[in-house]
C-alpha cells in the first residue's frame, strides 16, 4: 500500500489513478467534515469535491509538515465557513423569496432507520450551534483532533477553543435531550 | 446553588479534553462522589462524545469519481480560457504585422492593388515564360 506521500508524488506526475486512491483515502473523513458544517445539502456535496480539486491544483504547494487529512480538513473547514457567508448573503438578499434547504436523501440500505434517525438527529444538533462552535465540535469531537491541534488549526488560543467546546457540548446535550 | 453547579460542570467538561490543575482535580473528584446529578451529567456527556465521535456519513462510491471528473471539466475550461485570453493578443499582433506590411507595399510601390501586393506587376511576361518553362 503506498504512502500518501507516495500518492502525492505519483499524482503530481499526472498518475490519475494516484490521485483517485487519496481521494477514497480522504473522502469519508472530508466528506463528514463538510456535511458537519454545512448539513445534508446539496452545496455539501460541492464543497467536498472543491476540497480535493483545491488540493490537486495545488498538490505542489504541499509540504507535508501537517498530515494530508489535517491539512484537507483546514481546507475543507475554510470553504465550508466561506459557503456559510455565502449562504447568509443570499439569503438576506433574497429573503422574501427563500424556501426552507432541501436535504439530499441519499439512500443506503445497509444503514438501520434508528441508525439513520440517530445521524440525522446529531446533524440537525450541530446545524444548531454557532458555525463558530460547530467548527470547534466537529474538529474536537467528531473529527478527534485533540485541543491543541484544532487551536492550532483554527488559529485560536487554547482557551477560547476549551471554552467554546464546553458550550457546544452543553447545548448539543440540551438539543439532543430534548429530541 | 446552581451557579455553583454551572462551575463544577465547566470543570468535568474541560477534565474530558485534557488533564486539569490538582486542585480542580481533586474538588471535581470529590463532586462527582458526593453529586448523583453530576455522576449522571458525565454518563450523559460520554455518550454525547461517544455519538459524536461514531458519527459519520454514509459511503458514497462515486464521489471519487465525480472529483477526477470535474478536474477534467476544469482542466478542458482552462485551456479554453487560456485560449479566449491570448486570442485578442494574437489578433492584434497579426493586424499590426499585415498593417506593417502592407505600409511598407505602399511605400516602396505607391500603390495597394492586389498584384502589387502579390508581387505579380514586377514580373515581365518574357520571364514569366522562362519561369514556367524551367519547371518553376
Redo the contacts between chains.
Keep these: 500500500m503506498h504512502t500518501d506521500k507516495e500518492l502525492i508524488q505519483l499524482a503530481s506526475k499526472g498518475d490519475?489513478n494516484a490521485?483517485?486512491l487519496l481521494?477514497?483515502r480522504y473522502?469519508?473523513q472530508i466528506?463528514?467534515t463538510v456535511?458537519?458544517m454545512l448539513g445534508?445539502v446539496p452545496e455539501a456535496?460541492d464543497v467536498?469535491?472543491s476540497v480535493?480539486?483545491r488540493f490537486?491544483q495545488s498538490m505542489d504547494k504541499f509540504r507535508g509538515e501537517a498530515g494530508l487529512g489535517t491539512y484537507l480538513t483546514r481546507i475543507a473547514i475554510n470553504l465550508s465557513l466561506n459557503e456559510l457567508k455565502r449562504r447568509q448573503r443570499s439569503l438576506k438578499r433574497f429573503l422574501s423569496f427563500s424556501k426552507p434547504e432541501r436535504e439530499i436523501d441519499?439512500p443506503?440500505r445497509s444503514?438501520s432507520p434508528e441508525r439513520m434517525e440517530?445521524?440525522d438527529s446529531?446533524?440537525k444538533a450541530l446545524q444548531a450551534l454557532e458555525p463558530d462552535f460547530r467548527t470547534i465540535?466537529i474538529l474536537?469531537?467528531?473529527d478527534?483532533y485533540?485541543?491543541k491541534e484544532t487551536a492550532e488549526m483554527l488559529q485560536l488560543p487554547m482557551g477560547t477553543v476549551?471554552s467554546r467546546?464546553?458550550r457546544a457540548?452543553?447545548k448539543?446535550?440540551a438539543i439532543?435531550?430534548a429530541e | 446553588m446552581d451557579r455553583e453547579y454551572d462551575q463544577i460542570l465547566n470543570v468535568l467538561i474541560r477534565s474530558l479534553d485534557g488533564a486539569l490543575p490538582a486542585s480542580e482535580e481533586a474538588q471535581l473528584e470529590e463532586a462527582l462522589r458526593t453529586s448523583e446529578r453530576l455522576r449522571l451529567e458525565k454518563a450523559r456527556l460520554l455518550d454525547l462524545r461517544a455519538e459524536l465521535k461514531d458519527w459519520s456519513v454514509p459511503e458514497d462510491p462515486d464521489f471519487a469519481a465525480r472529483v477526477l471528473s470535474q478536474i477534467g471539466k476544469q482542466a478542458e475550461e482552462d485551456l479554453s480560457g487560456v485560449i479566449i485570453r491570448l486570442f485578442p493578443r494574437v489578433a492584434a499582433a497579426c493586424v499590426m504585422v499585415l498593417a506593417v506590411a502592407l505600409g511598407t507595399i505602399y511605400l516602396t510601390d505607391g500603390s495597394l492593388m492586389l498584384d502589387t501586393i502579390i508581387g505579380v506587376n514586377e514580373v515581365v511576361l518574357e520571364e514569366a515564360v522562362m519561369l514556367v518553362d524551367s519547371g518553376f
Excluded: M
Design positions: 490519475q490521485f483517485r481521494v477514497e473522502q469519508q466528506r463528514t456535511i458537519g445534508d456535496d467536498a469535491q480535493f480539486i490537486y441519499i443506503d444503514e440517530k445521524r446529531i446533524s465540535a474536537r469531537l467528531v478527534g485533540s485541543v476549551a467546546l464546553a457540548q452543553k448539543l446535550k439532543l435531550r
